[in-house]
């Protein structure tokens, strides 16, 4: 054998050798130590006390933090409510200032017809004619109202209710109660249930009793 062939075989009887005695990493590796945060059974039970207060600290902090939320979302849904109201209110009433223009026009129609004598009707053809134009005005008119929910107070008869009318004058002597309404001025106008207008109005004024001027005198038998 020749001295190249003793070398390499040498190298190769070594390399063998070698490779058996160098551990295999692909089918031993090296296990890294437990990580306490991923066993949290048990970390607690490992943490010094201070680490155990700063925990206690945190979950305060996070209840803290949960009821502002809570008292936020709360509080925007109280603003939905709120804004939602009133939306509704202004669609509600848009048409409120309009109407206060247009009562004096149905007043105006009312004295119209109030002003014509019904005599003179039969009579006179074309008064009579000025008369159901006039009528079917305020008919429409009234019409226009009742969609607009506007409703007429017109409270003849009724108990006085200073919610709804406006007592101008008593009238005394009418057989009635004290307080009924005898007389309608001006009718009322009601939206919905948000008054336009008051109904101005005279009541009845009750009679003072009269006076028993003989005193009563109890007799002893």
Same mark, same amino acid.
């Given at each position: ?9 040498? *190298?190769?009887?070594?390399? #063998? ?9 692909? *089918? ?32 305060? /902090? ?19 409510? *709120?804004?939602?109201? #009133? ?31 019904? #005599? ?44 709804? +009318?406006?007592?101008?004058? /008593? ?9 009924? @309404? ?9 939206? +919905? %249930? *948000? ?22 005198? %109890?007799? @002893?038998?």
């Amino acid at each position: 054998m020749s001295a190249q062939q003793e070398k390499n075989s040498a *190298r190769n009887e070594s390399g #063998e050798e070698t490779g058996a005695r160098q551990p295999d990493a692909a *089918r031993d590796p090296i296990k890294p130590a437990a990580d306490p945060v991923d066993n949290p059974v048990n970390a607690g039970a490992d943490m010094p006390f201070e680490a155990l207060g700063d925990m206690s600290a945190l979950q305060a /902090e996070v209840a803290a933090l949960k009821d502002q939320l809570l008292r936020a979302v709360a509080e925007t849904e109280n603003t939905r409510r *709120r804004l939602t109201r #009133e939306r509704d209110e202004t669609a509600k009433y848009a048409a409120a200032s309009f109407a206060k223009e247009m009562l004096d026009v149905a007043d105006n129609l009312h004295r119209a017809l109030a002003a014509i004598p019904a #005599e003179a009707l039969g009579a006179d053809g074309s008064l009579q004619a000025l008369h159901e134009g006039v009528s079917a005005t305020e008919r429409q008119l009234d019409a226009a109202f009742t969609r607009q929910n506007i409703k007429r107070i017109w409270p003849e008869g009724e108990k006085f209710d200073s919610n709804l +009318h406006q007592a101008m004058f /008593e009238v005394p002597g009418t057989d009635k109660p004290s307080g009924t @309404v005898v007389q309608v001025l001006q009718a009322g106008y009601v939206m +919905h %249930d *948000r008054l336009l207008r008051p109904a101005l109005v005279g009541v009845a004024k009750g009679d003072p009793k009269p006076a028993n001027d003989t005193p009563h005198v %109890d007799t @002893v038998a």
